[in-house]
């Protein structure tokens, strides 16, 4: 039996058919911004393995930080011992995080520094005697994981409510941001937001939201405004303000945190995703030191979490050198910053264009994130042939097709992801 075939017969893939899978493609080696499929073909990757190799594959100085921790010791437990990797990680993450975060949770994946941080929110307000606040608010069109806690503050279609139903913790929704990021912002926007608040907040621990770009629940970007008037609700309403930053952090929408483009701080922000620059497993939820203290306070006095590979030493020195290539090395176009800008006007000129299909609703690009929303769902393996006929490693999802490349992508290489889209778009159009 082939890889292939065996792959097929036996292993899961994430949100895919035991029954009949959709294709899948065997890679053996991947390089920069691209991937060396078994067939020989090099496609550029569009995906960032998920928004994580920020830096692309085998990267020298991510390389480097791995061997030398791992020739050191790649992993002690996290339970009464310390390490320099996370020291250093901890001193980075607080330096460029949003004002007013003061400790930080490693967690071992994204969907982990969730049920962190909804613990944390629940457990603060128990400990200041408000057991009632245990519930959660969050926009419809959401994503954060998928694990139960997770996934019961994803949208409630997107995320199969449905079938959980029984098990599923109900919460608050308010409806999904609807102004772009450029549109002209509209004080009616965010209030529904304050209706729920102003009647429920004695139930409402904390407001979790994706800071203005909903990713896998939609890929939407939404205005600045909307978060700045979320976080003056939770302060008007004693609510605690959850931002996943899992997707957006370290840089991709043009800030380094998605929260700068509203200049507010969230009471506990999750980060995940690059923060390895995609080479493992890591996530991280840091908070403010008023919450901190308060989830401590009273009984049990303590923070009940502890994952077995918390603080991983090889996670994190990687991490700390994703970090320090991204703030700290010489972009083709000056600094990070630069370089974000950059991608973000390739994309807009190469996805702009196909507003004009009939077949496209909208087309959106912010920072390294170019999105271009369908009328219809599109069949994901015929369309992913085309890209890759084009040398491009696009995986759409819905009516969905959106790239968010590495940010070491070349104009040349975020050229063939556009042309790929549009090639693919215009076939089928
Ligand atoms: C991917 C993602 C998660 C979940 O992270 P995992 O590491 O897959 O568990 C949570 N929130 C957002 C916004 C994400 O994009």
Redesign the pocket.
Known sequence: MNNIEFDKQHIWHPYTSSISPLPCYEVIGANGAELTFASGQHVVDGMSS??ASIHGYNHPRLNAAAHAQIDAFSHVMFGGLTHQPAVDLCKNLLSIAPAGLNRVFLAD??????EVAIKMAIQYWACQGRQEKAKLLTPRG??????FA?MSVCDPVNGMHGLFRKTLIEHYFAPAPQIGFDSTWHPDEIAPMRDILEQHHHQIAALIL?PIVQ??GGMRMYHPEYLKQCRLLCDEFDVLLIC?????GFGRTGELFACDHADISPDIL?L??ALTGGYL?M?ATLCSEQVALGVCEGEPGVFMHGPTFMGNPLACAIANASIDVLLNSTWQNGNWQANIKRIETKLKQGLMPLAALESVADVRCLGAIGVVELKQAVNVADIQHDFISQGAWIRPFGKLVYVMPPFICSNQQIECLSQAIRYALTKHA
């Open positions: 998920w928004w994946s994204g969907s982990v520094s969730i959401g994503y954060h994981g998928d694990t997770a994706e990713g896998a996943d930053e899992i997707a957006t999750c995940g995703k497993t996530a």
